[in-house]
Each structure stands twice: as structure tokens, then as C-alpha cells.
T-cell receptor, first 116, second 109 residues
């Protein structure tokens, strides 16, 4: 059984550019959540995908978008990058539905995005 | 809205001393509370959840609904406990976790 993987590990972009981050969920998991972790902060929920559909979203603008594929891997896309988008982006997968019960989320190592 | 507050950014103790990492939450329903830990150069991982009522690595946490708290405790800290600790809440109306800002625990020899 493989864990959650993310790519790339690090990324440097300039303001206004677009970026795509990738996540492979743990085997058997159908739900993927994305989090943004700014320096000195806890992870902040961006959105969640369950069976290829977004079924939960945090307080992030529409320029943050995502996809989930039939194999349950996922992408996070950010358009028109801003300096404040610099952060560690975490992906987490779990087996479950949108509601209860809570099944443990397993986190990936993250992608460190720097926007200059 | 649900919110998790961890008032201490850093908690520094000596080996063998008791440890209490504070967590308070705001939620109108019946939440599920968790503690996550991140050791140096490792990924975020679940330490314990309140419904399990278990002790993991000597840590325990009791949900106090009256005080809306879920403090993490360990009677005798070890150097290997040094890590970043996050309190998190799962609410019935939400499909994901709300995290606190985290507390760095440093255990000195």
C-alpha cells in the first residue's frame, strides 16, 4: 500500500502566472482534500473532491480550482498567482463520503510554492 | 462558523516534566476533535481522536464540552516528543477539518 504522494516538491513562480500541483491518493481512497499552509499557520482547507466532484470548499477565491480523476488522483490549479499564495500546499486522502463518520485523512508531504 | 484556538505558539519543557498543550474550539453542534503531530521532516499525521479515548505515545486528551476545550496532556515529556502539534475539529456540517495554528513543543534534555 503506497501513501499519498505530491509533485512537485518545490516550485517557484512569478506573480500572475498559473500553477498546477498534483496529488496521488493512497490506495483505496476516494476522497481528496487540499489545504494551504502559510508560514506559521495551521493548514487551511481549500476544497475537497469525492468521486470526481467537488463537495466542499473553504474560503478561497475561484482562481483556486481543482480536478479529481477516475483513479482518484487530483490536481490543484491556481491562476493569477499572488505573492500571498506562497505556502505549503498539502493534499490528504481518505476513504469516505462527504459527511460522517470521519475516516482518517492521510497527508502527503506537500508542495512548497514560492511566488516572486 | 467553527474555529480552533491554540493559544501557545511555543511550549518549552525539560525532559520528564508534565506537558499540557491547550486547545479551545468554537462550534455549535457536536464536534469531533483530533490532535495531529508533525515531527521534523515528516508529514502531518494523526496522533489521537477524542472518540477513541485512547492513549498514544503517553498522550491523552479529554473533550470538555462545558469549557469547549480539548487539551493534550502527557505526564512525563520525552525528547522525541519535540514536534509541531495541531488541534483540529471535524463538524457535522462540514466535510473537512479545521485546524488551529499549532503549538511547537520543545523538550530539552
Amino acid at each position: 500500500e503506497t501513501g499519498v504522494t505530491q509533485s512537485p516538491t518545490h516550485l517557484i513562480k512569478t506573480r500572475g502566472q498559473q500553477v498546477t500541483l498534483r496529488c496521488s491518493s493512497q490506495s483505496g481512497h476516494n476522497t481528496v482534500s487540499w489545504y494551504q499552509q502559510a508560514l506559521g499557520q495551521g493548514p487551511q482547507f481549500i476544497f475537497q473532491y469525492y468521486r470526481e466532484e467537488e463537495n466542499g470548499r473553504g474560503n478561497f477565491p475561484p482562481r483556486f480550482s481543482g480536478l479529481q480523476f477516475p483513479n482518484y488522483s487530483s490536481e490543484l490549479n491556481v491562476n493569477a498567482l499572488e505573492l500571498d499564495d506562497s505556502a505549503l500546499y498539502l493534499c490528504a486522502s481518505r476513504q469516505g463520503t462527504s459527511g460522517r463518520p470521519y475516516n482518517e485523512q492521510f497527508f502527503g508531504p506537500g508542495t512548497r510554492l514560492t511566488v516572486l | 462558523a467553527q474555529r480552533v484556538t491554540q493559544p501557545e505558539k511555543l511550549l518549552s519543557v525539560f525532559k520528564g516534566a508534565p506537558v499540557e498543550l491547550k486547545c479551545n474550539y468554537s462550534y455549535s453542534g457536536s464536534p469531533e476533535l483530533f490532535w495531529y503531530v508533525q515531527y521534523s521532516r515528516q508529514r502531518l499525521q494523526l496522533l489521537l481522536r477524542h472518540i477513541s479515548r485512547e492513549s498514544i505515545k503517553g498522550f491523552t486528551a479529554d473533550l470538555n464540552k462545558g469549557e469547549t476545550s480539548f487539551h493534550l496532556k502527557k505526564p512525563f515529556a520525552q525528547e522525541e516528543d519535540s514536534a509541531m502539534y495541531y488541534c483540529a475539529l471535524w463538524g457535522s456540517g462540514y466535510s473537512t477539518l479545521t485546524f488551529g495554528k499549532g503549538t511547537m513543543l520543545l523538550v530539552s534534555p
